[in-house]
């Protein structure tokens, strides 16, 4: 006879049930660009239209493991979200606004920009 599903679970302790708890938590806050643009029901060539590049653009985009802060800003901005950085630090978190205002030169970089 099968053993039912159910009957099985139920076989972990308190403690392993937590820790599957936590990873199942972890793993939903933890995705790759492409997991992510699915989770949104978008398809490459709709998130490509948004951007006006084309689909393979977002295939390469989606694949690259570095990138600009603006071209990941981007990204996520087409997908309706906001991109926040932050610096974790056993003592807490810090939010890096530097690069709010990435796609506006600022007015020392204008000065010094070549002509």
């Not at 995705?31 to 951007?51: D, I, K, P």
């Not at 990204?75 to 979200?81: H, P």
């Amino acid at each position: 006879m099968a053993t039912k599903w159910r009957d099985i679970r139920r076989t972990h302790s308190p403690e392993v049930e937590e820790r599957i708890r936590r990873s199942v938590e972890e793993a939903v806050i933890v995705m790759r660009l492409y997991q992510l643009r699915e989770a949104r029901n978008l398809t490459q060539v709709n998130l490509a239209n948004v951007l006006e590049v084309n689909q393979g653009a977002v295939s390469r985009l989606e694949k690259r493991t570095d990138m600009y802060v603006s071209t990941l800003r981007s990204y996520i901005e087409a997908m309706g979200g906001r991109l926040q950085v932050k610096a974790i630090f056993p003592e807490g978190e810090v939010e890096i606004e530097q690069f709010e205002t990435l796609a506006e030169p600022q007015p020392e970089e204008l000065a010094t920009a070549p002509q």
